[in-house]
């Protein structure tokens, strides 16, 4: 078979070695297009997803490596089948987790989808208006969406979301790693099925991701009724070469570990030396740093901003955050795309998705890794590029060592942590997602926005609609009439029964689905908004206490608060030479799965020093090794200091959780850490007889263990749903871990 030809082209077809060319499946428009951008061969995860997609009548999850093409390979055979398409409705849905990256495959697509005659319409609460009305106004063509938008659509404008979504012939799911677990998953999988049940034959599914620990559950998620007729596309390619160096920092002996505000004056912080280090080694190209924290990324942007300043040279460092203004990060994405001008920028998680955001020559973070997934995303914005090396820095702090400092502190966990999650990256392991506990406020979210949607419904079409069938289903009909009772005993209410029993809006829950914020299930704090004449640089929360005079640290720049507008909430600001990063609502660390636990202690074991680490990170690891065998924990679990005892699990943050709760339900102080447990005013021989006790005894229950929980209320409706069901749903949970503990504690005793 012979590809259309363009003019002026080869007559030979891109194709790949395997048998039959799907190429030649292709529209000849797109082939056409493919023809001008001079590829010379369909990649391998390409050539299968057009197969799947265009010979296939299923599901399709696509699994490959950053920059492999995962995109093309979804959208080439989707415009190709949906080219013909009568109209009547959209023909596809493109669901992305952020606004910055719908916007940049929407620029992807737009040359394509034009040639084609298809629309093409970003739809998110900073995309233009216009084309969204003229979408309304005639259905068709591809949609570019976040779950947020989906919500609004539903809740607000249902006849024209029925009229959007009833004959979708495609739902592409870009990221999908970022929807299996956490509330937005859970919220964008109820999406899914309500847009199901508005069609006749719900639309194929497309899932793209690059980090996926466990394929089986990424297909469940994608279709919860048959998972196993998934067809599941794994690209096998090679990465680029790696090169790589963890560097230590001790602080001085003067300092405050957690201060870190940088200061004219001695001591310089090691804050200060890292800073002085990217600053001499990412000055004039382009780089991603990674600072975990809002306030890390300013203190970090700050310091480097300020060398530049030193230096007399123009500033290539930028923060990068979810509190900055849309158009400050916009902004730098811009810069970085181009790559006209170095640009350094210093984010959050911000930038680890999937934008295209050209030549990242290197990527940095400060801090080890909690999670391998997300080393494994941030890692692959580098290297994208033939012929480039994938460049990482992990920049590891430390406490200054006194003769008091405690053994969590001489273990040196952050390098240790770090130099075991290299070691497992070189591995490709990937944790699977964890079951998430934001159930019951995705279900009473759901049932406010249908009855919103609707006007009223039926308690049993309600429990179907939300919760029959996917991962809502958790929720029993017991448990869910249980969860509309409390709804409804709600002072003031969020439902009430009308005489023929349909369920309607409460006050409380007309109130919310009201709000602005309703569409997005996590929570938003109540901010200030910082102003600098005619420019809106960003918020900050509102508990931070400030007035005229109070010296702010943001966007990388220091400002000084020039007048207060209390009932507005804006806070006009003007340069200052001085500043203080603001306090931000504290983020929940990612938990450490058993595996990195267990390499961390690997690690300690081990004699070797990877080649990888500088002098002072080597210093630090024989440092840090020599107190792991002078306490004895090369053949034991239980390190005895002062009146504390350390229980070392080398498990990860979930079982050393359960853990602290059954020696809390023994009258035992305990708090968790990544690698273990620590027990307050008690003696080594107490605590191995309190782990025999657990390992022998009448084995503890979920349900027993749910009591010394402290709070249930992690997701942001919860505070509207009874307790009870909450601690029932833990236990649930939570069941077969619990029932390891005797195990684990039997082990760790001897």
């Not at 901010?527 to 929360?541: C, H, K, S, Y």
Request: charged fraction near 25%; proline fraction near 5%; charge should be negative.
């Amino acid at each position: 078979m012979k590809a259309t030809q363009a003019p002026g082209q080869m007559t030979s077809s891109p194709h790949s070695a395997s048998d039959g060319m799907a190429f030649d499946l292709l529209h000849p428009e797109v082939r056409r297009w493919i023809w001008e951008q001079n590829w010379s061969e369909l990649r391998d995860v390409q050539d299968k997803t057009i197969r799947a997609v265009l010979e296939g009548t299923g599901d399709t999850l696509v699994a490959a490596a950053t920059a492999a093409g995962k995109t093309e390979a979804a959208f080439l055979p989707v415009l190709t089948r949906i080219a013909e398409h009568a109209g009547g409705g959209l023909s596809a849905l493109y669901v992305g987790p952020l606004k910055a990256l719908i916007n940049d495959q929407f620029r992807r697509l737009e040359p394509l989808c034009e040639r084609l005659e298809i629309p093409v319409v970003r739809w998110h609460g900073d995309a233009p208006t216009g084309a969204k009305a003229k979408v309304l106004r005639d259905p068709s063509g591809i949609a570019l969406i976040t779950p947020e938008s989906i919500e609004a659509l539903l809740v607000r404008k249902p006849d024209a979301a029925r009229r959007l979504f009833g004959s979708l012939e495609f739902i592409v799911i870009d990221e999908l790693h970022a929807f299996l677990h956490g509330p937005r998953g859970l919220h964008l999988a109820s999406l899914l099925r309500r847009i199901d049940r508005l069609s006749a034959k719900p639309a194929r599914r497309v899932g793209l991701s690059a980090t996926i620990g466990d394929l089986a559950i990424a297909a469940r998620w994608l279709n919860w009724h048959c998972a196993e007729g998934v067809q599941i596309i794994e690209a096998k390619s090679g990465s680029p070469e790696l090169k790589l160096q963890i560097r230590g920092y001790e602080e001085p002996a003067d300092v405050d570990f957690f201060d870190i505000v940088e200061t004219d004056e001695p001591p310089v912080r090691a804050l200060d030396e890292i800073a002085s280090h990217m600053f001499g080694s990412l000055r004039g190209s382009n780089n991603l740093v990674f600072g975990g924290s809002r306030k890390m990324v300013e203190a970090v942007a700050d310091r480097l901003q300020r060398r530049s300043e030193q230096h007399g040279i123009p500033n290539e460092f930028f923060a990068h955050h979810g509190s900055l203004s849309r158009h400050a990060r916009h902004e730098v994405e811009a810069r970085l795309k181009q790559g006209e001008l170095p640009t350094t920028a210093v984010a959050t998680t911000t930038l680890e998705l999937g934008i295209d955001l050209g030549s990242v020559v290197s990527v940095a973070q400060v801090g080890a890794s909690r999670s391998l997934a997300s080393l494994r995303q941030r890692l692959g914005r580098s290297g994208r590029r033939r012929g480039m090396p994938a460049i990482l820095r992990i920049y590891c702090r430390a406490p200054h060592l006194r003769p008091e400092s405690g053994l969590l502190d001489r273990l040196r966990l952050d390098l240790v942590q770090a130099v075991a999650s290299i070691r497992l990256l070189m591995e490709r392991f990937v944790e699977p997602p964890e079951a998430d506990p934001a159930v019951v406020t995705v279900a009473l979210h759901q049932t406010l926005s249908i009855i919103a949607a609707q006007g009223a419904a039926y308690a049993e079409a309600l429990y179907e609609a939300v919760c029959g069938g996917g991962p809502l289903s958790a929720l029993s009909r017991s448990d869910y009439v249980e969860l509309l009772r409390a709804m409804a005993a709600h002072d003031p209410a969020l439902l009430e029964q009308a005489p023929d029993r349909t369920i309607l809006l409460g006050p409380e829950g007309e109130r919310l689905t009201t709000s602005r914020d309703f569409y997005a299930i996590f929570p938003t704090d109540q901010e200030w908004r910082l102003v600098a004449g005619d420019r809106f640089l960003g918020t900050i929360p509102l508990f931070n206490q400030v007035g005229p005079g109070s010296i702010l640290l943001f966007a990388g720049r220091r400002w000084r608060v020039e007048t207060v507008d209390d009932p507005g909430k804006v806070l006009q600001v003007a340069q200052h030479r001085k500043g203080k990063v603001p306090l931000f609502a504290d983020q929940a660390a990612e938990p450490v799965h058993d595996r990195l636990a267990a390499e961390m202690r690997n690690v300690l074991l081990d004699d070797a020093l990877p080649a990888y680490l500088d002098a002072e990170a080597c210093r630090m690891l024989v440092e840090a090794r020599k107190a792991f065998r002078k306490s004895g924990l090369e053949g034991c679990h239980l390190a005895s200091e002062g009146d504390d005892v350390h229980v070392f699990t080398w498990c990860g943050s979930k079982m050393n959780a359960l853990l602290a709760l059954a020696f809390l339900s023994a009258g035992v102080k305990a708090w968790s850490h990544d690698v273990g447990i620590t027990l307050d005013d008690i003696s080594l021989g107490e605590v191995r007889s309190l782990l025999k006790h657990i390992a022998t005894s009448r084995p503890v229950t979920s349900q027993a263990l749910a009591d010394f929980v402290e709070s249930f209320e992690v997701a942001k409706y919860d505070t509207y749903a009874p307790i009870s069901l909450l601690r029932r749903l833990w236990a649930r949970e939570n069941d077969v871990s619990v029932q390891s503990l005797p195990e684990m504690a039997r082990l760790l005793a001897e």
